[in-house]
């Protein structure tokens, strides 16, 4: 139960840090930009990003092409604060004190 609320928790966090990097994002541009999940991985670490799409479609265990652009790319182009959100807050629900 505390590693639920711990990671209920840190889903919060990073829901926050993701709303403020849009904040932040349309004071500088002037324009308003959702952060994806996507843009956020590829924000953070660009090289972990390829090196993924190259094995889901290139691997030889793998090889699944299809897998990539049908459906990984549609759960990567979730927004991202709403979906941490979410998930922290379901988290620390179901493992709440009770």
Do not use: K, Q
Request: overall charge negative; proline content about 4%; aromatic content about 14%.
């Amino acid at each position: 139960m505390i590693i639920g609320r711990l990671l209920g928790w840190l889903f919060l966090t990073v829901a926050i840090m993701a709303g403020a990097a849009e904040l932040a994002a349309y004071v500088d541009a002037n324009a308003y930009r959702i952060l994806s999940i996507g843009d956020l991985w590829r924000d953070i670490h660009p090289g972990t990003f390829s090196s993924v799409r190259v094995w889901i479609e290139h691997e030889e265990y793998l090889d699944a092409p299809w897998l990539w652009d049908p459906i990984v790319v549609m759960l990567l182009n979730v927004f991202a604060w709403p979906l941490f959100c979410a998930a922290g807050a379901a988290l620390l629900y179901l493992c709440r004190h009770r």
